[in-house]
């Protein structure tokens, strides 16, 4: 059974920096591109960032680029998402998710979700 578990998530002002992080089990982590997505409250889910299985690809949502770094740690079987200069429509739960390559995360194409962390910023 695959489970991907976020956590990190919490309150944070404006301009703060914080850092997800998701725990992957029953899946070949090494075999999978991993990545973030978003849903705001009344909006969409929508992509943020994605990494390569060997973390040598990475690609961005326009709207965090520069402010948000992802990682990940095949030995730990562990994707990161650090997030800095955080942004009050930054506020949204954030999923992990699983797929076989970053182009097919990026268009949303996705094997495997997390359930979810919520991150909040105030102004």
């Known amino acids: 059974q695959v489970q991907l578990v976020e956590s990190g998530g919490e309150w944070v002002q404006a301009g703060d920096s914080l850092r997800l992080s998701c725990a992957a089990s029953g899946l070949t982590f090494r075999s999978y591109a991993m990545g973030w997505f978003r849903q705001a409250p009344g909006k969409e889910r929508e992509f943020v960032a994605a990494?390569?299985?060997?973390?040598?690809?990475?690609n961005y949502a326009d709207p965090v680029k520069g402010r948000f770094t992802i990682s990940r740690d095949n030995a730990k079987n562990t994707v990161y998402l650090q997030m800095n200069s955080l942004k009050p429509e930054d506020t949204a739960v954030y999923y992990c998710?699983?797929?076989?390559?970053?182009?097919?995360?990026?268009?949303?194409?996705?094997?495997?979700w997390g359930q979810g962390t919520r991150v909040s910023v105030s102004s």
């Open positions: 990494i390569s299985w060997n973390g040598i690809t990475t």
């Open positions: 998710a699983a797929t076989r390559t970053t182009t097919a995360i990026s268009s949303g194409v996705v094997d495997y």
